[in-house]
């Protein structure tokens, strides 16, 4: 009986988060030289309007080729403001761009944090505190490219930049797919996409899907929305 009792709560409050989150499907490009294909979307939901109300403008483009994720933020953000110059470093309390991605099934999951100037921050993660960053070897597998350049700066008014990141599968426990019939990539992953800036003139925290917790917090998992890869 009680077992019964709880179920229907339970199955409730997960229809009610899963019908919060989003989807989007990704589709096959053999580059960012075809960013005509790629999937376009926004980074606009707030979700924490009354502490932290500013809404930079962001857009994601996103799709796949067979051996990475490929994925381009474009951004216009009032107080533009890039510090850190060390990888693995507080990129965070930049202006940065995350990306945040695990398995279906998997009890880890991989986040991938770039600020504005192209400094990244990669780990493998089951929670905010239980992780190891990315080795030198593994970081350098990641491509990212920045249109601003790499050098510190802190500016008021309005900057526009944009990063594009190539993340390949191997990067985040899976192979890369060989043949059409190939299940080594799922047709389905988790993910989140986040932008922030803890430290910039207008602090703020985005997300593309919901995160439903009091205080912000990007690493919840159980918040992410559906990649769904077109081959």
């Known amino acids: 009986m009680k077992w019964t009792a709880f179920f229907p709560i339970f199955t409730h409050a997960t229809q009610y988060v899963m019908s919060m989150l989003n989807c989007i499907k990704v589709p096959k490009a053999a580059g960012f030289g075809e960013i005509e294909k790629f999937n376009r979307f926004a980074i606009d939901c707030v979700p924490w309007p009354d502490s932290f109300p500013y809404k930079p403008k962001v857009e994601v483009s996103i799709a ?3 051996n990475s994720l490929l994925i381009r933020f474009d951004v216009e953000e009032e107080g533009c403001r ?5 990888p693995n470093g507080p990129v965070w309390e930049d202006s940065c761009v995350e990306f945040f991605v695990k398995k279906p099934e998997s009890d880890y999951y991989y986040n991938f944090e770039t600020s504005c100037i192209g400094i990244g921050l990669a780990g ?16 350098a597998q990641i491509k990212r490219r920045a249109a601003l350049p790499c050098r510190p700066f802190e500016k008021e008014g309005v900057t526009a930049w944009s990063v594009e990141l190539e993340v390949p599968f191997k990067s985040i426990g899976l192979g890369a797919k060989q043949t059409e019939t190939d299940n080594t990539v799922p047709g ?4 989140n996409f986040y932008k922030c800036g803890d430290k910039t003139l207008k602090p703020h925290y985005l997300s593309w899907s919901p995160v439903l917790t009091p205080s912000p917090d990007f690493h919840r998992p159980e918040y992410f929305g559906k990649l769904e890869l077109i081959w």
Request: glycine share 0%; aromatic share 8%; hydrophobic share 30%.
């Open 64 to 66: 796949h080729s067979d």
């Open 82 to 86: 890039a510090v850190c110059t060390e």
């Open 124 to 139: 493998k993660r089951k929670s905010r505190s239980d992780f190891r960053h990315f080795t030198p070897e593994e970081m």
């Open 188 to 191: 389905t992953l988790l993910a």
